[in-house]
């Protein structure tokens, strides 16, 4: 039947899970065969990523995170959208892993510490992409 309003992105996010991708978009990327030099992985160390690798980390309710690795455990948070952390922030994440809320011990935000953070806390991180 014809249908002359758009879906709702949640709801096309809940038939990219259930088809096995993280969110929608992740279902599009891999359908058009195009993943801009990014990896999916299930699970990540910081410890075993060089400085300047990029991440993009997605997690429940459309949230997205776009980092770059610096020494150690050290990210610096590039693009964000729809969560509290910001472009800018600084934060320490030991492990990102698919299923598991993101976990950051600090967060330093235009030079102050705002202590830890916590996102994806329920359904934790839906997709984990790497470009080194």
């Known amino acids: ?3 002359d309003k758009s879906h ?3 709801t096309l996010n809940v038939i990219a899970q259930y088809l096995g ?3 929608w978009n992740d279902l599009t990327v891999a359908l058009s065969g195009n993943n801009s030099g990014f990896e999916d992985i299930p699970t990540l160390d910081a410890a075993t990523l060089s400085d300047g690798a990029e991440l993009l980390i997605s997690y429940v309710a459309d949230r997205l995170l776009r980092l770059i690795h610096h020494a150690g ?3 610096t948070v590039t693009a964000s959208e729809h969560s509290k952390l910001k472009a800018g922030d ?3 994440v030991a492990q990102f892993t698919v299923g598991y809320p993101l ?3 600090r967060v330093i935000r235009d030079g102050s510490e705002l202590g830890s953070f916590t996102a994806g806390k ?3 991180i839906l997709s984990i ?3 080194s």
């Open 73 to 75: 455990n050290s990210f």
């Open 90 to 92: 600084n934060i320490v």
């Open 129 to 131: 992409k790497l470009r």
């Open 1 to 3: 039947m014809p249908y």
């Open 8 to 10: 709702r992105l949640s």
């Open 103 to 105: 976990f950051a011990t």
């Open 122 to 124: 329920v359904g934790g």
């Open 21 to 23: 991708y993280g969110s």
